[in-house]
Nanobody, 124 residues
Framework: QLVESGGGSGQAGGSLDLSCSGS?????????LAWFRQAPGKEREMVAT???????QYADSVKGRFSISKDNTNNALYLRMDSLTPEDTAMYFC???????????????????WGQGTQVTVSS
């Protein structure tokens, strides 16, 4: 019910943009939306979250470099990735949940709805 687009390959120091749209349930209906990533042999980790009302949070590893935003009118969730490093190479997933919580959860198990993932590869 979530579909990612964007990603691909980039150079270290460069930028890439990811998008995610809702199918069935549009973006506006999710209380929390998030971007996760998973590198080979590693656990899926939270990159950024955004609440329905707008508050965001970021993993320390991307703080100041990545920006999460959403556009309810256009049914879109975005992730802007600047100052990329090879360590950002991973499969990126958008995720959403309808549970109303005090702040968005950061664990993958807390999100019920997922996209299929899009690969981001950063070369040095």
């Amino acid at each position: 019910q979530l579909v990612e687009s964007g990603g691909g390959s980039g150079q270290a120091g460069g930028s890439l943009d990811l998008s995610c749209s809702g199918s069935g349930y549009t973006i506006r209906y999710y209380y929390c939306l998030a971007w996760f990533r998973q590198a080979p042999g590693k656990e899926r980790e939270m990159v950024a979250t955004i609440e329905r009302g707008g508050p965001t949070q970021y993993a320390d590893s991307v703080k100041g470099r990545f920006s999460i935003s959403k556009d309810n009118t256009n049914n879109a969730l975005y992730l802007r990735m600047d100052s990329l490093t090879p360590e950002d190479t991973a499969m990126y997933f958008c995720a959403g949940d309808f549970k109303s919580t005090r702040g968005c959860a950061t664990g993958a198990g807390d999100y019920k709805y997922w996209g299929q993932g899009t690969q981001v590869t950063v070369s040095s």
